[in-house]
């Protein structure tokens, strides 16, 4: 094996879920897990994570909420083959299903067997840096995960309401100074949009915004208090331990 394919072992929530993954390109982050913890799913529905890669968020998802079915969308074979590792590692293959086929391709899930309106939950971390803008690496592993094309957006937000079910949500996670782009993407297909802003710490700009929307819902779009990471001296805040390592949701619970 080369040093291009070597793989980690890695915890995450606390040690709650491993996850196996490539030790060069894309590694899963902090996006991921509160990607997660934002999702509304509960036992008896079913959840999809598009672009999942090597299935951190809806693995996290699936441990959150037992009784959750999850599938786990990607294109990658390679990162399939580590999502299904990290499936079987953590005792979820009797919840999780992986899904190789391109998240923004309605016609490639239907032929993967998947079908319309069939999903309660979606969510996605799609790339989201514009090459124009910013510097690219020259890992494409690391590349395709980060960086997308201008009109990826859409397709994934097609997807979602194509996969959706009447009432459903979608929860994303992107770039906070591209806002406007996700709820001009969101509309018409879904409404009654909430968004939380994510900050390094406490006086900082928000640097990400969790994004849930309701699949035919109405025009409304409401702004909650943001969730700081860290506090002034680099440290996690409570409320940020308690999400990234203990599993607790990330509540829209104060609007601003």
């Not at 032929?111 to 979606?122: E, I, K, N, R, T």
């Not at 937000?157 to 591209?178: E, F, H, N, Q, Y």
């Not at 001009?184 to 879904?190: E, K, V």
Request: aromatic share 4%; proline share 6%.
């Amino acid at each position: 094996m080369g040093a291009e394919d070597e793989i980690s072992e890695d915890a995450i929530l606390g040690g709650r879920l491993r996850i196996r993954q490539p030790l060069r390109g894309h590694r899963v982050g902090h996006d991921a897990v509160l990607l997660a913890a934002a999702a509304r799913a509960h036992a008896g529905q079913r959840a999809a994570d598009l672009g999942a890669g090597v299935g951190a968020a809806g693995l996290a998802l699936a441990v959150r909420s037992a009784g959750l079915k999850v599938t786990l969308i990607e294109i990658d074979a390679a990162l399939c083959a580590l999502a299904n590792d990290n499936t079987r590692l953590n005792g979820l293959d009797d919840r999780v299903t992986v899904v190789a086929a391109d998240a923004g391709n309605v016609d490639a899930l239907q032929a993967a067997g998947l079908a319309p309106a069939s999903f309660d939950c979606v969510l996605m971390n799609p790339p989201f840096f514009d090459a124009s803008r910013h510097n690219v690496s020259p890992d494409p592993r690391r590349r395709s995960a980060h960086v997308g094309s201008p009109d990826l957006l859409g397709h994934w937000v097609d997807t979602s309401a194509w996969l959706t079910k009447p009432a459903g949500m979608l929860t994303l996670i992107w770039r906070a100074d591209a806002l406007n782009d996700v709820v001009a993407a969101l509309r018409p297909g879904f409404g009654d949009i909430s968004v939380l802003p994510v900050l390094p710490r406490a006086e900082a700009p928000a640097i990400r915004v969790l994004v849930s929307a309701v699949r035919g819902g109405g025009a409304s779009k409401v702004t909650y208090r943001p969730f700081v990471l860290n506090d002034n001296e680099g440290r996690p805040t409570p409320a940020a331990e308690a999400v990234l390592r203990s599993a607790a949701p990330l509540e829209f619970s104060e609007r601003i």
